[in-house]
């Protein structure tokens, strides 16, 4: 039912990517930039540069700040 | 931490065997999770992306967006639990239907800059009302033919997903292959169908 | 290698994390940047677009938008050649901001 019928293949993994990157149900989300393994900064944006929601309750510590 | 595919009705649910899926139920519903490699890449967006097409090819799924986790199969079917309603009337709004995903755009071409600033406008307005008049011209065609059609954010392109019922989707491809055929100065790609991405997010964070 | 906060034994990996190496850290930062500029670029594009079509704009204001746009886009391709970055990598998912592009 769902097949990929495309135009070429390069064009449709770029339509799968928008389509995984970009949509789908977000459950809000709490990044956390560190180097080196030291938590650093908090964004509390759904700003991501590789995206990498975590669902459910926030995990940040008080102190993480 | 685990990650989140797709929900599906539980009764449904396909029998997922390997690559460290699973299938978590509760209620109406069904999650299917799996593992979360330690890097993000664009090739884990794929293989994430082919997990969720799979499934959908077989049931109606409400795909969740790449990068979705949860920290592990309790808090999973904690989200199962808490959301159970809204996503069991988001799952019967897409109901047997597919995504098509539409794309036109000029080609790229190392074109002269423009010989002054309102030139330069001028061409950014005419490529910019192009698009317009390829959407409603497209729009035409998927008139009576698909439930919803959603213009995504896009630069200098026309991106249109729509949301389509599985039996009407060959059909609404070749209508814009056709009207591809028949654009000079626009490239079109049709792909699809798709799981429904773009009709299942929440309203406030649509888009 | 991972500094464990004190506590966290026994759930490693709660939190989504964005590892860099100090080398990574300069591209992740110019990347980001560069990012923002050119949602910030395209922004203002599409605004001056519909400005124009609006009507209204003397004909002064539309030449110096215009040139202004053609700077900006002449300077951006020339930061992303320099640090060696293609259009599709700056490409960020801003959720609700991201409709505004």
């Known amino acids: 039912m769902s097949e990929y019928h495309v135009a070429s293949d390069d064009i449709a993994l770029v339509d799968l990517l928008d389509r995984v990157i970009g949509e789908g149900v977000v459950i809000g989300g709490d990044i956390v930039l560190s180097i080196a393994g030291v938590d650093l900064v908090y964004l509390g944006l759904r700003a991501v540069l590789a995206p990498a929601h975590v669902a459910g309750p926030s995990a940040l510590r008080d102190e993480a700040l | 931490m685990i990650t989140l595919f797709a929900v599906t009705w539980r009764t449904h649910a396909p029998t997922l065997d390997k690559d460290g899926l699973a299938v978590l139920a509760d209620g109406n519903l069904a999650m299917i999770v799996g593992p979360t490699p330690s890097t993000t890449s664009r090739e884990d967006a794929l293989a994430f992306g082919r997990v969720v097409e799979r499934v959908a090819s077989a049931v109606d799924v409400l795909p969740f967006r790449y990068g979705t986790t949860a920290a592990d199969t309790e808090a999973a079917r904690e989200l199962l639990r808490e959301n159970e309603s809204s996503w069991a009337a988001r799952l019967l709004q897409v109901e047997g239907c597919s995504e098509l995903a539409i794309r036109a755009a000029r080609p790229e071409s190392d074109e002269e800059p423009a010989a002054s600033g309102a030139a330069h406008l001028d061409r950014l307005v005419s490529r910019s009302r192009q698009l317009d008049i390829a959407e409603e011209e497209i729009g035409r065609l998927l008139t009576g033919r698909c439930r919803v059609v959603r213009r995504l954010a896009g630069h200098q392109e026309l991106r249109l997903s729509c949301l389509v019922e599985r039996h009407q989707v060959d059909l609404l491809r070749v209508l814009v292959e056709e009207w591809a055929a028949s654009q000079t100065e626009l490239e079109v790609s049709v792909t699809g169908a798709w799981a429904t991405y773009s009709f299942v997010a929440n309203d406030e964070e649509a888009g | ?101």
């Open chain 3, 1 to 101: 290698m991972t500094t464990d906060v004190p506590g966290d034994e026994l759930e490693p990996r709660r939190r989504a994390r964005i590892e860099a190496d100090p080398e990574q850290v300069e591209r992740g930062l110019v990347q980001l940047v560069l990012t923002l500029v050119e949602l910030l670029r395209q922004l203002m594009e599409r605004q001056a677009i519909r400005r124009v079509e609006a009507g209204g704009l003397e004909d002064d204001q539309v030449e110096e938008l215009g040139r202004t746009l053609m700077l900006l886009d002449e300077k951006m391709t020339e930061l992303r050649d320099h640090f060696g970055l293609e259009a599709e990598d700056l490409n960020i998912d801003l959720g609700p901001l991201g409709r505004l592009l």
